[in-house]
């Protein structure tokens, strides 16, 4: 979605004060593509500051169906988006576009609120995504869930791959030699 930014753009130290609805149910970083199931409404000021300076707010409030680090189980993420970008409009086009990165969310007299809320998204991104802290990952030898599937396996801590060999060793009655 673009909001015409032009009025604030002509006059300095004008403000402009808006809230978006985003109808948006992916998100699409870099890193993967991911779902939305809540974006609350998009609130975002943009401050014309002396010259050709802009100081441009967001806030919102956005829940992700992310998997967790450990178990790949769906957790359910929320995000507090409150981003506070400067834009020198001073630059040239290309600079311009090489200090805002991807994130060239200015588009002439437009401001995309689309572009600039993905790149706060990959700016505040969690660095560990975890269905709670106490999650136990993955039994490495049936592969499920420890949490969720209660199983009965016993952690050997050998690797599950060369089960296939201690199996062998066990059947021909070698098992006291490999021990
Ligand atoms: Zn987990
Ligand atoms: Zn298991």
Not at 34 to 50: A, Q, S
Not at 57 to 76: F, M, Q, Y
Not at 135 to 160: F, I, Q, R
């Amino acid at each position: 979605m673009l909001i015409n930014i032009s009025e604030v753009l002509t006059k300095p130290y004008k403000t402009a004060d808006e809230t978006v609805e985003l109808n948006l149910s992916r998100c699409d970083l870099p890193f993967g593509s991911f779902e939305i199931c809540h974006l609350d409404p998009v609130h975002l000021t943009v401050r014309h500051l002396r010259e050709k300076e802009l100081d441009v707010l967001i806030e919102t409030k956005v829940n992700l169906d992310l998997s967790c680090d450990r178990c790949l189980g769906s957790v359910n993420h929320q995000m507090d988006i409150q981003g506070n970008r400067h834009v020198n409009l001073e630059c040239s086009e290309a600079e311009l576009t090489e200090e805002l990165d991807e994130s060239n969310f200015i588009q002439g007299f437009n401001l995309d609120v689309e572009q600039l809320l993905l790149s706060e998204l990959v700016l505040s991104w969690p660095t560990k995504i975890l269905c709670s802290e106490e999650c136990e990952g993955l039994c490495n030898v049936c592969g499920g869930s420890k949490s969720a599937v209660n199983c009965d396996c016993e952690d050997t801590g050998l690797d599950p791959r060369m089960s296939v060999v201690r199996d062998l060793f066990q059947n021909s009655g070698l098992n006291d030699e490999v021990v």
